[in-house]
């Protein structure tokens, strides 16, 4: 009888401890599902669709109708980061991604806008330039990739069709062509607008142009845009500035590795550059800043570096929201959204294999994994065929 007791008591205990948790991770959860305000629109949740590059464009960087039904099925959203689209030619490195620098493509973008925000999503188009990481095969006139400096990528290569070739040594910029690319982002800026876009995101990560000039082991220049960190700064500031003309500061986010050396982008002291930086565009009352985790490269897991600066720490120091991507489950996004650490939480790989993801959470329903066919090029297969739930969970 005392057995039969205990026993009882034990499986109460173990019922009451496990709908303990079910409740306190419907808790955790539920802050995933608070609306917040960016930019002066009301976003309907914390859920982020980071910019993931597809290239399901044409080759000449016009959207496609296939594009459109890809960002539908991820527009629950609350915020909808477009792949990175070149500003120009120039600052191409891989075939089929989209552009934002002829009427074509504007004109293609807006159905695939409309389609992004069809449930109520802010939208924005991350805005790209690739510097030393293109290859004169891909470039105009076949001319060598443009840099800060004529240091080319070690320790990486750049995959042509005809397999894998050693990175070239870039076109060192002079003051005239950063000025004309500072003139590609604001055409790019303006075009996003009319293409429906509600702001802009700059791409500073991963090694790509921004990240080349921020970092001594790319920048060498002896002028206004290197040496000190303020000048290695300047391109980026300057971009902000002249494309502030055409769309408002508080609709213009910026994307940053700070513990990422992917391509080969090193500096012998990341914490003060990027600490630096951080405060410098919270300064500027941006958008947000939008923060990738150490841990990832690229587009993939990596070691953590033993050096990397934490996410709460350089998030503390900008004054708007912030966004933090890499790596992320729901339960951990929703930690990081309740710490108070981050506003809002880019899901990667998890919203390329589940297109719903958040009506999933909301309804615990299972997720799906990524496969790998169709992550980069193709058509619909390993793009808009992962499903949707049945409309009746
Ligand atoms: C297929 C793919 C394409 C990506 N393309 C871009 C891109 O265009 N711009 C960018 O800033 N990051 C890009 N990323 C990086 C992601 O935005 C994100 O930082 C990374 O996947 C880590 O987040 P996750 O762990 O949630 O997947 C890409 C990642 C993947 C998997």
Redesign the pocket.
């Known amino acids: 009888m005392v057995l039969t007791f205990v026993s009882g008591t034990r499986s109460l205990l173990l019922t009451y401890e496990r709908s303990y948790s079910y409740t306190m991770r419907c808790v955790l959860l539920a802050q995933l599902f608070e609306p917040m305000v960016l930019g002066g629109q009301t976003l309907p949740n914390r859920f982020v669709l ?5 290239s399901r464009a044409q080759a000449d960087g016009v959207p496609t109708p296939l594009m459109a039904e890809y960002y539908r099925q991820r527009a629950g959203a609350g915020l909808v980061i477009s ?2 689209t070149v500003v120009s030619p120039q600052g191409s490195a891989y075939p089929q ?1 989209p552009g934002l620098y002829t009427e074509a493509q504007v004109e293609a973008w807006r159905p695939v806008v409309a389609a992004a925000r069809s449930k109520g999503a802010a939208v924005y188009a ?1 805005l ?1 330039h690739v510097g030393r990481q293109a290859h004169s095969s891909v470039q105009p006139d076949g001319r060598p990739p443009v840099g800060p400096s004529p240091i080319a990528i070690a320790g990486w290569e750049y995959r042509t069709p005809d397999g894998p070739v050693p990175f070239e040594v870039p076109r060192a910029l002079s003051e005239a062509d950063i000025a004309g690319i500072i003139a590609q982002f604001v055409t790019a800026a303006r075009n996003a607008v009319a293409a429906g876009f509600d702001g802009v995101e700059l ?1 500073a ?2 090694g790509y142009l921004f990240d080349q000039f921020f970092n001594s082991s790319s920048n060498q220049r002896t002028d206004r845009y290197g040496g000190s960190i303020e000048n290695r700064l300047r391109f980026l500031y300057e971009v902000i500035e002249a494309v502030s003309a055409f769309v408002p500061v508080n609709r213009i986010g910026v ?1 940053i ?1 700070p513990s990422s050396n992917w391509m080969d982008v090193s500096d012998p002291d990341k914490r003060s550059l990027y600490s630096a930086l951080v405060r410098g565009v919270s300064d500027r009352r941006l958008a947000y800043l939008h923060l ?2 150490p841990g ?1 490269a ?4 990596a070691e953590t570096d033993p050096t990397a600066i934490e996410s709460t720490e350089l998030g503390a120091l900008f004054d708007g929201p912030v966004i933090v ?4 489950t729901p339960e951990t996004a929703a930690a990081a959204v309740g710490s108070g650490s981050a506003d809002l939480v ?7 294999a589940n297109p719903d993801l958040p009506r999933r959470v909301l309804h615990e329903a299972e997720l799906s994994g ?1 496969r790998e066919e169709g ?2 090029a193709g058509g619909p297969i390993g793009y808009t065929d992962y499903p949707e739930l049945q409309s009746s969970n």
């Open positions: 980071p910019p993931l590059t597809r792949e990175g991604v991350q790209w791409h990560a991963n994307r590795s990738v985790e990832i690229g587009a993939v897991d991507t890499g790596g992320h880019g899901f990667g790989r998890l919203f390329i990524l992550l980069y």
